[in-house]
Protein backbone atom coordinates (compact mmCIF):
# COMPACT_ATOMS: atom_id res chain seq x y z
CA UNK A 1 0.00 0.00 0.00
CA UNK A 2 1.25 3.11 -0.52
CA UNK A 3 1.73 5.58 2.19
CA UNK A 4 1.78 9.64 2.19
CA UNK A 5 5.59 10.68 3.56
CA UNK A 6 4.96 13.35 6.58
CA UNK A 7 6.61 16.87 5.44
CA UNK A 8 9.74 17.33 7.23
CA UNK A 9 12.43 20.06 6.86
CA UNK A 10 16.39 20.46 7.41
CA UNK A 11 18.74 23.33 9.12
CA UNK A 12 21.47 25.16 6.74
CA UNK A 13 23.85 27.55 7.73
CA UNK A 14 25.76 29.84 5.40
CA UNK A 15 28.66 31.50 7.66
CA UNK A 16 29.67 34.73 5.13
CA UNK A 17 33.24 34.84 4.11
CA UNK A 18 34.49 38.89 4.56
CA UNK A 19 35.87 40.01 1.18
CA UNK A 20 39.37 40.17 0.78
CA UNK A 21 39.51 43.44 -1.43
CA UNK A 22 42.95 45.78 -1.80
CA UNK A 23 41.60 47.89 0.97
CA UNK A 24 41.62 45.15 3.78
CA UNK A 25 44.81 43.69 2.74
CA UNK A 26 46.28 46.63 3.09
CA UNK A 27 44.86 46.59 6.61
CA UNK A 28 45.92 43.25 7.46
CA UNK A 29 49.29 44.22 6.56
CA UNK A 30 49.40 47.11 9.01
CA UNK A 31 47.92 45.14 11.61
CA UNK A 32 50.50 41.81 11.51
CA UNK A 33 53.21 44.28 11.11
CA UNK A 34 51.76 45.77 15.00
CA UNK A 35 52.09 42.11 15.90
CA UNK A 36 55.46 41.45 14.42
CA UNK A 37 56.41 44.33 16.92
CA UNK A 38 55.06 43.01 19.95
CA UNK A 39 56.60 39.78 19.39
CA UNK A 40 59.96 41.94 19.16
CA UNK A 41 59.15 42.79 23.05
CA UNK A 42 58.65 39.87 23.91
CA UNK A 43 61.71 38.71 22.67
CA UNK A 44 63.53 41.47 24.98
CA UNK A 45 64.82 39.74 28.23
CA UNK A 46 63.62 42.66 30.31
CA UNK A 47 60.03 43.48 28.39
CA UNK A 48 59.22 40.02 28.71
CA UNK A 49 59.08 39.61 32.14
CA UNK A 50 55.95 42.43 32.66
CA UNK A 51 52.46 40.84 31.58
CA UNK A 52 51.52 43.94 29.89
CA UNK A 53 54.18 42.75 26.87
CA UNK A 54 52.00 39.53 26.50
CA UNK A 55 48.63 41.11 27.02
CA UNK A 56 49.90 43.68 24.42
CA UNK A 57 51.09 40.86 21.77
CA UNK A 58 47.36 38.99 22.45
CA UNK A 59 45.54 42.33 22.14
CA UNK A 60 47.27 42.73 18.80
CA UNK A 61 46.57 38.85 17.77
CA UNK A 62 43.02 39.50 18.92
CA UNK A 63 42.33 42.47 16.32
CA UNK A 64 44.42 40.81 13.28
CA UNK A 65 42.42 37.83 14.51
CA UNK A 66 38.55 40.24 14.16
CA UNK A 67 39.70 42.18 11.09
CA UNK A 68 41.20 39.32 9.03
CA UNK A 69 39.37 36.27 9.53
CA UNK A 70 41.55 34.21 6.83
CA UNK A 71 44.46 34.73 9.38
CA UNK A 72 43.51 31.31 10.47
CA UNK A 73 45.77 31.28 13.70
CA UNK A 74 45.33 34.57 15.54
CA UNK A 75 42.90 33.52 17.54
CA UNK A 76 44.65 30.51 19.16
CA UNK A 77 48.06 33.32 18.89
CA UNK A 78 45.71 35.73 20.90
CA UNK A 79 44.84 33.67 23.69
CA UNK A 80 48.03 31.73 23.97
CA UNK A 81 49.80 35.38 24.68
CA UNK A 82 46.95 36.27 27.12
CA UNK A 83 47.38 32.81 29.07
CA UNK A 84 51.25 33.82 29.07
CA UNK A 85 50.42 37.37 30.87
CA UNK A 86 48.71 35.23 33.29
CA UNK A 87 51.14 33.48 34.43
CA UNK A 88 53.90 35.78 33.85
CA UNK A 89 51.28 38.60 36.17
CA UNK A 90 51.12 35.77 38.70
CA UNK A 91 54.51 34.84 39.06
CA UNK A 92 55.10 39.06 39.73
CA UNK A 93 52.07 39.10 42.27
CA UNK A 94 49.35 39.21 40.20
CA UNK A 95 47.90 42.33 40.77
CA UNK A 96 46.59 42.58 37.22
CA UNK A 97 45.40 39.04 36.97
CA UNK A 98 41.66 39.46 36.94
CA UNK A 99 42.23 42.06 34.40
CA UNK A 100 43.89 39.30 32.41
CA UNK A 101 41.76 36.71 33.03
CA UNK A 102 39.01 38.96 31.90
CA UNK A 103 40.65 38.66 28.27
CA UNK A 104 40.83 35.12 28.34
CA UNK A 105 36.60 34.68 28.68
CA UNK A 106 35.64 37.81 26.72
CA UNK A 107 33.54 38.11 23.88
CA UNK A 108 35.76 39.40 21.92
CA UNK A 109 38.19 36.36 21.64
CA UNK A 110 34.83 33.98 21.50
CA UNK A 111 33.97 36.29 18.32
CA UNK A 112 37.99 36.09 17.24
CA UNK A 113 37.41 31.79 17.56
CA UNK A 114 33.89 32.39 15.90
CA UNK A 115 35.01 34.07 12.78
CA UNK A 116 37.99 31.88 12.15
CA UNK A 117 35.79 28.69 12.61
CA UNK A 118 33.46 30.26 9.50
CA UNK A 119 36.86 30.86 7.63
CA UNK A 120 37.62 26.75 7.82
CA UNK A 121 33.66 25.97 7.35
CA UNK A 122 33.67 28.12 3.96
CA UNK A 123 36.98 26.16 2.68
CA UNK A 124 35.19 22.96 3.90
CA UNK A 125 37.30 22.60 6.51
CA UNK A 126 34.93 21.30 8.85
CA UNK A 127 36.85 19.51 11.60
CA UNK A 128 38.94 23.06 12.19
CA UNK A 129 35.74 24.64 11.74
CA UNK A 130 34.17 22.44 15.16
CA UNK A 131 37.14 23.11 17.06
CA UNK A 132 37.28 27.00 16.67
CA UNK A 133 32.90 27.09 17.19
CA UNK A 134 33.69 24.97 20.20
CA UNK A 135 36.13 27.17 21.12
CA UNK A 136 34.16 30.12 20.84
CA UNK A 137 31.33 28.52 22.97
CA UNK A 138 33.27 27.34 25.42
CA UNK A 139 34.70 30.80 26.06
CA UNK A 140 30.96 32.47 25.99
CA UNK A 141 29.07 29.38 27.21
CA UNK A 142 25.71 31.20 26.90
CA UNK A 143 26.22 32.05 23.17
CA UNK A 144 23.89 30.47 21.01
CA UNK A 145 25.23 31.58 17.52
CA UNK A 146 28.72 29.51 18.46
CA UNK A 147 26.78 26.30 19.86
CA UNK A 148 24.98 26.51 16.78
CA UNK A 149 27.78 26.31 14.39
CA UNK A 150 29.45 23.99 16.16
CA UNK A 151 26.62 21.46 16.38
CA UNK A 152 26.10 22.36 12.21
CA UNK A 153 30.11 21.46 11.79
CA UNK A 154 29.69 18.45 13.98
CA UNK A 155 26.79 16.89 11.94
CA UNK A 156 28.66 17.65 8.76
CA UNK A 157 31.37 15.19 10.34
CA UNK A 158 28.48 12.87 11.29
CA UNK A 159 29.72 13.01 15.32
CA UNK A 160 26.28 12.50 16.45
CA UNK A 161 27.71 13.06 20.13
CA UNK A 162 29.19 16.21 19.14
CA UNK A 163 26.18 17.77 17.36
CA UNK A 164 24.23 16.53 20.27
CA UNK A 165 26.23 18.33 22.97
CA UNK A 166 26.45 21.31 21.21
CA UNK A 167 22.64 22.06 19.62
CA UNK A 168 21.24 20.64 23.24
CA UNK A 169 23.41 23.74 24.73
CA UNK A 170 21.59 25.85 22.00
CA UNK A 171 18.26 24.85 23.04
CA UNK A 172 19.20 25.11 26.49
CA UNK A 173 20.36 28.73 26.00
CA UNK A 174 17.61 30.00 24.58
CA UNK A 175 17.67 28.77 21.09
CA UNK A 176 14.64 28.98 19.58
CA UNK A 177 15.27 27.87 15.73
CA UNK A 178 12.45 24.69 14.96
CA UNK A 179 15.18 23.30 12.51
CA UNK A 180 17.76 22.45 15.30
CA UNK A 181 15.02 21.07 17.80
CA UNK A 182 14.17 18.58 14.15
CA UNK A 183 17.47 17.77 13.88
CA UNK A 184 18.00 16.92 17.57
CA UNK A 185 14.92 14.95 17.46
CA UNK A 186 16.64 13.59 13.96
CA UNK A 187 19.71 12.05 15.95
CA UNK A 188 17.84 10.58 19.00
CA UNK A 189 15.53 8.84 16.92
CA UNK A 190 18.49 7.08 14.30
CA UNK A 191 19.83 5.79 17.40
CA UNK A 192 16.27 4.87 18.93
CA UNK A 193 16.21 7.00 21.53
CA UNK A 194 12.52 7.80 21.38
CA UNK A 195 11.51 9.30 24.82
CA UNK A 196 14.91 12.20 24.25
CA UNK A 197 13.02 12.80 20.62
CA UNK A 198 9.62 13.41 22.19
CA UNK A 199 10.91 15.59 24.49
CA UNK A 200 12.61 17.68 22.73
CA UNK A 201 10.09 18.19 19.70
CA UNK A 202 7.76 19.14 22.45
CA UNK A 203 9.76 21.38 23.53
CA UNK A 204 10.49 22.72 19.79
CA UNK A 205 6.49 23.01 19.56
CA UNK A 206 6.44 25.03 22.89
CA UNK A 207 8.68 27.86 21.65
CA UNK A 208 7.10 27.57 17.83
CA UNK A 209 3.14 27.19 18.30
CA UNK A 210 2.69 28.11 14.76
CA UNK A 211 5.45 25.79 13.21
CA UNK A 212 3.97 23.18 11.45
CA UNK A 213 6.77 20.52 11.33
CA UNK A 214 7.78 19.45 14.27
CA UNK A 215 4.18 18.10 15.02
CA UNK A 216 4.22 16.02 12.15
CA UNK A 217 7.83 14.71 13.15
CA UNK A 218 6.45 14.04 16.69
CA UNK A 219 4.00 11.96 15.07
CA UNK A 220 6.87 10.02 12.90
CA UNK A 221 8.90 9.29 15.87
CA UNK A 222 5.35 8.30 17.97
CA UNK A 223 4.79 5.98 14.92
CA UNK A 224 8.35 4.83 14.69
CA UNK A 225 8.44 3.58 18.15
CA UNK A 226 5.10 1.85 17.41
CA UNK A 227 3.20 4.55 19.94
CA UNK A 228 -0.11 4.47 17.76
CA UNK A 229 -2.38 5.39 20.28
CA UNK A 230 -0.32 8.70 20.94
CA UNK A 231 0.24 9.64 17.35
CA UNK A 232 -3.30 9.34 16.72
CA UNK A 233 -4.13 11.60 19.81
CA UNK A 234 -1.48 13.81 18.75
CA UNK A 235 -3.12 13.91 14.74
CA UNK A 236 -6.77 14.25 16.08
CA UNK A 237 -5.81 16.98 18.05
CA UNK A 238 -4.37 18.80 14.98
CA UNK A 239 -6.93 17.91 12.88
CA UNK A 240 -10.06 19.01 15.56
CA UNK A 241 -7.53 22.48 15.56
CA UNK A 242 -7.53 23.03 11.50
CA UNK A 243 -10.60 20.72 10.18
CA UNK A 244 -9.42 22.36 6.65
CA UNK A 245 -5.91 20.63 6.85
CA UNK A 246 -5.78 18.09 4.48
CA UNK A 247 -2.31 16.37 5.37
CA UNK A 248 -3.11 16.08 9.11
CA UNK A 249 -6.58 14.53 8.43
CA UNK A 250 -4.97 11.69 5.15
CA UNK A 251 -2.01 11.10 7.83
CA UNK A 252 -4.73 10.62 10.17
CA UNK A 253 -6.54 8.12 8.04
CA UNK A 254 -3.20 6.68 7.46
CA UNK A 255 -2.50 5.87 10.55
CA UNK A 256 -5.81 4.51 11.61
CA UNK A 257 -6.08 2.21 8.33
CA UNK A 258 -2.48 0.93 9.04
CA UNK A 259 -3.65 0.62 12.92
CA UNK A 260 -6.52 -2.41 11.45
CA UNK A 261 -3.72 -3.74 9.21
CA UNK A 262 -1.64 -3.91 12.65
CA UNK A 263 -4.66 -5.80 14.47
CA UNK A 264 -6.03 -7.96 11.44
CA UNK A 265 -2.11 -9.33 11.51
CA UNK A 266 -2.71 -10.25 15.09
CA UNK A 267 -6.05 -11.88 14.41
CA UNK A 268 -4.14 -13.86 11.70
CA UNK A 269 -1.77 -15.14 14.24
CA UNK A 270 -4.65 -16.64 16.68
CA UNK A 271 -6.31 -17.97 14.30
CA UNK A 272 -3.17 -19.93 13.62
CA UNK A 273 -2.89 -20.74 16.81
CA UNK A 274 -6.51 -21.93 17.24
CA UNK A 275 -6.59 -24.39 14.32
CA UNK A 276 -3.79 -26.39 15.92
CA UNK A 277 -6.66 -26.93 18.27
CA UNK A 278 -8.87 -28.10 15.46
CA UNK A 279 -10.11 -31.46 15.65
CA UNK A 280 -12.42 -31.64 12.74
CA UNK A 281 -10.64 -32.99 10.06
CA UNK A 282 -8.98 -36.13 12.68
CA UNK A 283 -12.58 -36.75 14.22
CA UNK A 284 -13.53 -37.41 10.37
CA UNK A 285 -10.21 -39.63 9.73
CA UNK A 286 -10.80 -41.47 12.78
CA UNK A 287 -14.27 -42.47 11.81
CA UNK A 288 -13.33 -43.58 8.54
CA UNK A 289 -10.50 -45.66 10.65
CA UNK A 290 -12.88 -46.88 12.63
CA UNK A 291 -15.34 -47.98 9.44
CA UNK A 292 -12.28 -50.21 8.80
CA UNK A 293 -12.11 -51.40 11.50
CA UNK A 294 -15.74 -52.74 11.19
CA UNK A 295 -15.24 -54.08 8.11
CA UNK A 296 -11.77 -56.31 9.19
CA UNK A 297 -13.79 -57.71 11.80
CA UNK A 298 -16.85 -58.65 9.14
CA UNK A 299 -14.47 -59.93 6.93
CA UNK A 300 -12.29 -62.18 9.62
CA UNK A 301 -16.14 -63.27 10.49
CA UNK A 302 -16.44 -64.60 6.87
CA UNK A 303 -13.27 -66.30 6.85
CA UNK A 304 -14.03 -68.01 9.65
CA UNK A 305 -17.01 -69.39 8.91
CA UNK A 306 -15.60 -70.75 5.49
CA UNK A 307 -12.75 -72.39 7.54
CA UNK A 308 -16.33 -74.66 8.87
CA UNK A 309 -17.54 -75.28 5.33
CA UNK A 310 -14.78 -75.19 3.27
CA UNK A 311 -12.08 -77.42 5.96
CA UNK A 312 -9.63 -78.37 2.50
CA UNK A 313 -9.25 -74.87 2.15
CA UNK A 314 -8.38 -74.10 6.12
CA UNK A 315 -4.73 -73.91 5.39
CA UNK A 316 -5.59 -70.27 3.29
CA UNK A 317 -8.32 -69.39 5.13
CA UNK A 318 -6.18 -69.26 8.34
CA UNK A 319 -3.12 -67.47 6.31
CA UNK A 320 -6.09 -64.96 4.82
CA UNK A 321 -7.51 -64.20 8.57
CA UNK A 322 -3.47 -63.71 9.69
CA UNK A 323 -2.89 -61.06 7.05
CA UNK A 324 -6.41 -59.34 8.03
CA UNK A 325 -6.02 -59.34 11.40
CA UNK A 326 -2.17 -57.93 10.83
CA UNK A 327 -3.57 -54.78 8.97
CA UNK A 328 -6.63 -54.27 11.43
CA UNK A 329 -3.85 -54.43 14.27
CA UNK A 330 -1.61 -51.61 12.56
CA UNK A 331 -5.26 -49.43 11.86
CA UNK A 332 -5.76 -50.15 15.48
CA UNK A 333 -2.42 -48.73 16.62
CA UNK A 334 -3.24 -45.73 14.44
CA UNK A 335 -6.56 -45.36 15.52
CA UNK A 336 -5.39 -45.44 19.37
CA UNK A 337 -2.96 -42.58 17.99
CA UNK A 338 -5.20 -40.62 16.10
CA UNK A 339 -7.74 -40.84 19.68
CA UNK A 340 -5.39 -39.72 21.65
CA UNK A 341 -3.79 -36.35 19.54
CA UNK A 342 -7.67 -35.60 19.15
CA UNK A 343 -8.17 -35.57 23.06
CA UNK A 344 -4.66 -33.50 23.38
CA UNK A 345 -5.87 -30.78 21.12
CA UNK A 346 -9.30 -30.84 23.20
CA UNK A 347 -7.49 -30.45 26.22
CA UNK A 348 -5.38 -27.67 24.96
CA UNK A 349 -8.12 -25.80 23.43
CA UNK A 350 -9.88 -26.10 26.63
CA UNK A 351 -7.12 -23.93 27.75
CA UNK A 352 -7.13 -21.74 24.60
CA UNK A 353 -10.75 -19.60 25.74
CA UNK A 354 -8.06 -16.44 26.61
CA UNK A 355 -7.71 -16.33 23.18
CA UNK A 356 -10.74 -16.70 21.88
CA UNK A 357 -11.68 -13.78 23.85
CA UNK A 358 -8.43 -11.62 22.68
CA UNK A 359 -9.48 -12.73 19.04
CA UNK A 360 -12.93 -11.36 19.51
CA UNK A 361 -11.65 -8.02 21.36
CA UNK A 362 -8.83 -7.84 18.78
CA UNK A 363 -11.78 -7.79 15.70
CA UNK A 364 -14.08 -4.93 17.34
CA UNK A 365 -10.88 -2.82 17.74
CA UNK A 366 -9.92 -3.46 13.93
CA UNK A 367 -13.60 -2.68 13.12
CA UNK A 368 -13.16 0.11 14.62
CA UNK A 369 -9.81 1.62 13.16
CA UNK A 370 -11.40 0.84 9.58
CA UNK A 371 -14.32 2.80 10.13
CA UNK A 372 -12.33 5.66 11.52
CA UNK A 373 -9.62 5.08 8.43
CA UNK A 374 -12.61 4.75 5.92
CA UNK A 375 -14.45 8.01 7.89
CA UNK A 376 -11.11 10.38 7.34
CA UNK A 377 -10.59 9.51 3.98
CA UNK A 378 -14.15 10.13 2.62
CA UNK A 379 -13.89 13.81 4.75
CA UNK A 380 -10.32 14.76 2.28
CA UNK A 381 -12.39 13.31 -0.57
CA UNK A 382 -15.20 15.73 0.15
CA UNK A 383 -12.57 18.29 -0.35
CA UNK A 384 -10.43 17.02 -2.56
CA UNK A 385 -11.75 13.96 -4.94
CA UNK A 386 -8.77 13.80 -7.02
CA UNK A 387 -6.59 12.99 -3.91
CA UNK A 388 -4.71 9.54 -4.93
CA UNK A 389 -3.27 8.39 -2.21
CA UNK A 390 -6.23 8.30 -0.34
CA UNK A 391 -8.17 7.20 -3.92
CA UNK A 392 -5.77 4.10 -3.84
CA UNK A 393 -5.82 3.56 0.24
CA UNK A 394 -9.50 3.06 0.08
CA UNK A 395 -9.03 0.99 -2.94
CA UNK A 396 -6.80 -1.46 -1.31
CA UNK A 397 -8.26 -1.11 2.34
CA UNK A 398 -11.64 -2.79 0.60
CA UNK A 399 -9.60 -5.02 -1.77
CA UNK A 400 -7.87 -6.36 1.19
CA UNK A 401 -11.03 -7.06 3.13
CA UNK A 402 -12.10 -9.13 0.63
CA UNK A 403 -8.50 -11.33 0.63
CA UNK A 404 -9.66 -11.73 3.78
CA UNK A 405 -13.14 -12.78 3.68
CA UNK A 406 -11.79 -15.18 0.76
CA UNK A 407 -9.79 -16.52 2.72
CA UNK A 408 -12.80 -18.30 5.13
CA UNK A 409 -13.55 -19.96 1.51
CA UNK A 410 -10.10 -21.22 1.64
CA UNK A 411 -9.78 -23.11 4.75
CA UNK A 412 -13.68 -24.80 4.30
CA UNK A 413 -13.65 -28.50 3.47
CA UNK A 414 -16.18 -29.45 0.90
CA UNK A 415 -18.66 -30.16 3.32
CA UNK A 416 -18.72 -26.97 4.80
CA UNK A 417 -18.13 -25.39 1.40
CA UNK A 418 -21.26 -27.19 -0.34
CA UNK A 419 -23.51 -25.27 2.79
CA UNK A 420 -22.04 -22.47 3.09
CA UNK A 421 -19.14 -21.80 0.05
CA UNK A 422 -21.35 -20.04 -2.43
CA UNK A 423 -22.80 -17.00 0.06
CA UNK A 424 -18.84 -16.41 1.73
CA UNK A 425 -17.99 -15.98 -1.91
CA UNK A 426 -20.51 -13.65 -3.10
CA UNK A 427 -19.61 -11.34 0.22
CA UNK A 428 -16.65 -11.78 -1.13
CA UNK A 429 -17.09 -10.59 -4.58
CA UNK A 430 -18.83 -7.79 -3.48
CA UNK A 431 -16.13 -6.41 -1.37
CA UNK A 432 -13.90 -6.25 -4.60
CA UNK A 433 -16.40 -4.50 -6.32
CA UNK A 434 -16.54 -1.66 -4.01
CA UNK A 435 -12.30 -1.16 -4.19
CA UNK A 436 -12.82 -0.91 -8.19
CA UNK A 437 -14.16 2.33 -8.44
CA UNK A 438 -11.89 3.55 -6.10
CA UNK A 439 -8.84 2.06 -8.34
CA UNK A 440 -10.42 3.88 -11.54
CA UNK A 441 -10.76 6.94 -9.49
CA UNK A 442 -7.17 6.61 -8.63
CA UNK A 443 -6.03 5.60 -12.36
CA UNK A 444 -7.52 8.78 -14.07
CA UNK A 445 -5.89 10.66 -11.68
CA UNK A 446 -2.41 9.26 -12.50
CA UNK A 447 -2.86 7.06 -15.60
CA UNK A 448 0.99 6.23 -15.85
CA UNK A 449 1.00 4.41 -12.65
CA UNK A 450 2.14 0.72 -12.92
CA UNK A 451 0.63 -0.49 -9.63
CA UNK A 452 -2.59 1.22 -10.30
CA UNK A 453 -2.96 -0.03 -13.49
CA UNK A 454 -1.92 -3.80 -12.46
CA UNK A 455 -4.24 -3.45 -9.20
CA UNK A 456 -7.84 -2.59 -11.38
CA UNK A 457 -6.56 -5.55 -13.90
CA UNK A 458 -6.24 -7.59 -11.11
CA UNK A 459 -9.84 -6.64 -9.76
CA UNK A 460 -11.26 -6.52 -13.04
CA UNK A 461 -10.55 -10.40 -13.47
CA UNK A 462 -11.37 -11.27 -10.32
CA UNK A 463 -15.15 -9.56 -11.02
CA UNK A 464 -15.45 -11.33 -14.19
CA UNK A 465 -15.19 -14.74 -12.30
CA UNK A 466 -17.49 -13.52 -9.90
CA UNK A 467 -19.68 -13.01 -13.11
CA UNK A 468 -19.81 -9.35 -12.21
Given at each position: MKRLVLSAFGAFMAVGAVAQDAVQEMTCKTLRDDVAKHIKNTENAKKSTKSATWLDLGSSYLTLAQSCPSDSSSA????EAFKKALEVENAAGGKKAKDIEAKLKSPELASAYLMQGAGYYNSKNYKKAAEFFSKSSEISPKDTTAALYAGIAEQL?????????????????????????????????????????VQVLQKGMEV????????????????????????????EGLVKKDP????NMTNLGL????????????????????????????????????DKLAAYDSEIANLNARIKKEPKNAASLKKRIAEVTADKLSIEKGVEELAGAIQAKKNEAAGATGLKAEKEQLAVQQKDAKSKAANYYQKVLEKDPNNFDVLYNLAVM?????????KVV???????YRREGKAVEEKACAQFAISKPYFERASKVKPDDDVV?????NVIKILEQCGK
Open positions: VKAELENNAGALKHLNKFIANGGKDASVFYSVAQIYKADKKFDEANPTNSDLPNELINVYLQSNNIDKAISDLNNLTIYDSKANDLGSKINKIDDQLRKFDTDKDEKKLMAEQNYNEGVEIKDYMDIATKESLN
